[in-house]
């Protein structure tokens, strides 16, 4: 057991009245009440005409690409650094993600990098929101359109950021979200698709519903898949968008009180966060420069285990990854990325996190670098 965990779930509001709630109503499977309030909610809240609730972040993904029109030998450009479901919903397809570098501004693909990353078997682009942060979206829709191609945000981690103002979710051809137990808003497991178009829309309940027209039950004009969300999970999700603003500044404070301790230590980095974005407060995130710092990073990571605490490596970047040592990667380097994914430490990010933790966390990766300097001295 961890002192201090690095993610918990905030569930303290509604979330078990509703969940009762469903059970006793005997919804339990994919129709019900909650479903369709949640996807309503969150389709406003994304500022698009659907939302379409589905089992995990990673189906909801797959369904995106295939929705879009996604086949064998196709190619998608993705970032190296992001979770492996980026690249692996773009397998389940039999296509081949190509990898490009993040841009260090922003810690999201470097949009400078696409053009060189196009071929005649590209089809689209999947523009991963890492962190919270947005990746520049207008430089990426721009050369999208250029190209005749889609593009696919994936929010996983970045639940109501803004892009200019603009909510994630509403800047692409689709969009994706995933609401695992880690996540800033959660039912444990769960995701969705955000759209504008209504035929996209029908194409993805169709292949969510395993292929079955919504519109004609037991006709089954193509292959799908059960990617269903159940209706007690989005009675949790209905329960957690109740208390969106309640969730989102807890987990701002925190952030202000991380930075505010943590830029006082050499050698660790800030997130940077782009005058345009607004960023989603996921897991609070630093980069350790080891020159500076003293220590590499999995050296701060068993300095905070060795007292209890928890905290995560960023990805290891996906390109370096068996599966994925064959495919094509742009310019042959992505060295921001190996950066990131070499330095990147996430810390214990959560709502019930106390100032007291937060002020214990950053101590500790002050005391490792300075203990250090103490021994050279
Ligand atoms: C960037 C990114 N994409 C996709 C996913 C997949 O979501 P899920 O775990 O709900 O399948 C995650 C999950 O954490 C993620 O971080």
């Known amino acids: 057991m961890w002192k201090i965990p690095v993610a918990s779930a905030d569930v303290t509001g509604k979330e078990e009245e509703y969940v009762v709630e469903a059970i006793r109503s005997s919804w339990i499977s994919s129709s019900g009440a909650f479903v369709d309030r949640f996807e309503k909610e969150f389709s406003e809240l994304c500022d698009t005409k659907h939302a379409l609730s589905c089992a ?45 570098d993040i841009d260090p501004n922003t810690w999201c693909m470097d949009p ?27 430089a990426i829709n721009e050369i999208a359109s250029i190209h005749g191609l889609w593009v696919v ?30 996540k800033l808003f959660t039912c444990g497991e769960g995701g969705a698709v955000t759209v504008n178009s209504d035929q996209l829309s029908l194409r993805l309940k169709t292949l969510r519903g395993q292929g079955m027209d919504p519109r004609k039950r037991y006709y089954f004009p193509v292959i799908g898949y059960n990617y269903r969300l159940t209706n007690v999970a989005c ?32 050698g660790v980095r800030l997130q940077p966060i782009a005058s345009w974005a607004t960023h989603s407060p996921w897991m609070h995130a630093v980069l350790i420069d ?39 990667v742009v310019r042959d380097l992505l060295p921001h990325t190996d950066f990131l994914g070499s330095s990147g430490l996430m810390l214990p990010t959560y709502n019930a996190l106390t100032n007291e933790d937060i002020d214990t966390v950053v101590h500790i990766i002050s005391e490792l670098s300075t203990a250090r300097l103490r021994r050279a001295a």
């Open 112 to 138: 400078t990098q696409i053009e060189e990353a196009i071929t005649p078997r590209t089809r689209g682009i999947i523009a991963v929101h890492l962190l919270g942060h947005p990746a520049d979206m207008d």
């Open 153 to 182: 945000e994936d929010a996983a981690e970045a639940h109501f950021a803004l892009y200019k103002g603009k909510p994630v979710g509403s800047l692409g051809s689709a969009a994706t979200f995933s609401f695992f137990g880690n």
């Open 290 to 328: 080891s020159t500076e710092y003293g220590r590499t990073r999995d050296e701060v990571i068993s300095g905070l285990a060795a007292k209890g605490i928890d905290s995560r490596p960023f990805f290891v970047p996906i390109h370096t990854l068996p599966p994925y040592q064959n495919s094509p």
């Open 56 to 100: 995990n972040g990673t189906v909801a993904l797959h369904l995106a690409i295939l929705g879009l029109g996604l086949r064998p030998g196709d190619e998608v450009i993705v970032p190296s650094m992001t979770y492996i479901a980026t690249a692996n919903a773009v397998r389940y397809c039999g296509a081949e993600p190509v990898f490009i």
């Open 235 to 266: 009675a949790m999700l209905c329960a957690q968008l109740e208390r969106r603003s309640e969730i989102m500044s807890r987990r701002i404070e925190i952030f202000q009180r991380y930075n505010e301790g943590l830029a006082q230590i050499p």
